[in-house]
Nanobody, 126 residues
Protein backbone atom coordinates (compact mmCIF):
# COMPACT_ATOMS: atom_id res chain seq x y z
CA UNK A 1 0.00 0.00 0.00
CA UNK A 2 1.48 3.29 -1.11
CA UNK A 3 1.71 6.03 1.48
CA UNK A 4 2.81 9.62 1.06
CA UNK A 5 3.00 11.38 4.40
CA UNK A 6 3.60 15.11 4.49
CA UNK A 7 4.89 17.00 7.50
CA UNK A 8 6.38 20.36 8.37
CA UNK A 9 3.41 22.63 7.90
CA UNK A 10 2.44 25.23 10.45
CA UNK A 11 1.90 28.90 11.12
CA UNK A 12 4.63 31.35 10.16
CA UNK A 13 4.85 35.11 9.79
CA UNK A 14 5.29 36.71 6.42
CA UNK A 15 8.94 36.61 5.40
CA UNK A 16 9.56 33.43 7.35
CA UNK A 17 10.52 29.94 6.21
CA UNK A 18 9.25 26.40 6.46
CA UNK A 19 10.53 23.06 5.21
CA UNK A 20 7.99 20.47 4.19
CA UNK A 21 8.79 16.77 4.01
CA UNK A 22 7.09 13.94 2.16
CA UNK A 23 7.96 10.41 3.21
CA UNK A 24 7.04 7.82 0.57
CA UNK A 25 6.59 4.12 1.23
CA UNK A 26 4.93 1.03 -0.16
CA UNK A 27 6.51 0.58 -3.58
CA UNK A 28 9.37 1.52 -5.85
CA UNK A 29 9.13 5.14 -6.92
CA UNK A 30 11.82 5.18 -9.58
CA UNK A 31 9.20 5.39 -12.34
CA UNK A 32 7.66 8.55 -10.90
CA UNK A 33 8.53 12.15 -10.49
CA UNK A 34 7.69 13.52 -7.04
CA UNK A 35 5.87 16.80 -6.84
CA UNK A 36 4.27 19.34 -4.59
CA UNK A 37 0.91 20.95 -5.23
CA UNK A 38 -1.11 23.33 -3.11
CA UNK A 39 -4.71 24.33 -2.67
CA UNK A 40 -5.73 27.61 -1.11
CA UNK A 41 -9.22 28.14 0.33
CA UNK A 42 -11.73 28.56 -2.46
CA UNK A 43 -9.18 27.91 -5.19
CA UNK A 44 -8.20 25.01 -7.39
CA UNK A 45 -5.23 22.82 -6.63
CA UNK A 46 -2.13 24.15 -8.38
CA UNK A 47 1.32 22.94 -9.27
CA UNK A 48 4.21 24.09 -7.07
CA UNK A 49 7.30 22.07 -7.93
CA UNK A 50 8.49 18.67 -9.13
CA UNK A 51 11.70 16.65 -9.09
CA UNK A 52 12.37 13.51 -11.08
CA UNK A 53 13.30 10.53 -8.93
CA UNK A 54 16.84 10.58 -10.32
CA UNK A 55 17.04 14.25 -9.37
CA UNK A 56 18.11 15.13 -12.88
CA UNK A 57 15.24 17.51 -13.59
CA UNK A 58 13.55 20.08 -11.38
CA UNK A 59 10.74 22.46 -12.22
CA UNK A 60 8.89 25.20 -10.36
CA UNK A 61 5.83 27.30 -10.87
CA UNK A 62 7.01 30.73 -11.96
CA UNK A 63 5.70 32.53 -8.89
CA UNK A 64 7.68 30.27 -6.55
CA UNK A 65 10.88 29.74 -8.49
CA UNK A 66 12.94 32.28 -6.58
CA UNK A 67 11.68 31.34 -3.13
CA UNK A 68 11.13 27.57 -3.03
CA UNK A 69 13.64 24.73 -3.37
CA UNK A 70 12.74 21.09 -3.91
CA UNK A 71 15.10 18.25 -3.09
CA UNK A 72 15.00 14.54 -2.37
CA UNK A 73 16.82 11.93 -0.35
CA UNK A 74 16.64 8.70 -2.30
CA UNK A 75 17.94 6.62 0.60
CA UNK A 76 15.08 7.86 2.80
CA UNK A 77 12.45 7.93 0.03
CA UNK A 78 11.75 11.48 1.09
CA UNK A 79 11.15 14.69 -0.83
CA UNK A 80 11.52 18.12 0.69
CA UNK A 81 10.22 21.59 -0.13
CA UNK A 82 12.14 24.45 1.42
CA UNK A 83 9.99 27.58 1.36
CA UNK A 84 11.56 30.96 2.05
CA UNK A 85 10.24 34.53 2.05
CA UNK A 86 6.75 33.24 2.62
CA UNK A 87 3.81 35.48 1.77
CA UNK A 88 0.21 35.41 3.02
CA UNK A 89 -0.84 34.24 -0.45
CA UNK A 90 1.23 31.09 0.10
CA UNK A 91 -1.34 30.00 2.69
CA UNK A 92 -2.70 26.66 1.51
CA UNK A 93 -2.76 22.94 2.07
CA UNK A 94 0.38 21.51 0.46
CA UNK A 95 0.12 18.05 -1.06
CA UNK A 96 2.82 15.62 -2.09
CA UNK A 97 2.20 13.51 -5.18
CA UNK A 98 3.67 10.86 -7.47
CA UNK A 99 3.47 12.06 -11.07
CA UNK A 100 3.86 10.24 -14.37
CA UNK A 101 4.02 13.30 -16.63
CA UNK A 102 5.52 16.78 -16.50
CA UNK A 103 3.23 19.19 -18.36
CA UNK A 104 4.60 22.15 -16.42
CA UNK A 105 1.96 24.84 -16.33
CA UNK A 106 -0.65 22.53 -17.75
CA UNK A 107 -3.95 21.46 -16.17
CA UNK A 108 -3.84 19.29 -13.08
CA UNK A 109 -5.23 16.21 -14.82
CA UNK A 110 -2.33 16.18 -17.29
CA UNK A 111 0.23 15.42 -14.59
CA UNK A 112 -0.98 11.84 -14.30
CA UNK A 113 -0.95 11.75 -10.51
CA UNK A 114 -1.28 8.19 -9.26
CA UNK A 115 -0.85 8.90 -5.56
CA UNK A 116 -1.59 11.87 -3.29
CA UNK A 117 -0.65 12.54 0.28
CA UNK A 118 -3.25 13.88 2.70
CA UNK A 119 -1.64 17.31 2.82
CA UNK A 120 -0.11 19.61 5.38
CA UNK A 121 -1.46 23.07 6.17
CA UNK A 122 0.74 26.12 5.79
CA UNK A 123 -0.58 29.39 7.19
CA UNK A 124 1.33 32.61 6.60
CA UNK A 125 0.22 35.54 8.73
CA UNK A 126 0.72 39.14 7.69
Amino acid sequence: QVQLVESGGGVVQAGGSLRLSCAASGRTFSNYAMGWFRQAPGKEREFVSVITWSGGSIYYADSMKARFTISRDKAKNTVYLQMNSLKPEDTAIYYCACLKYLPIGGPLEDYGVDYWGKGTLVTVSS
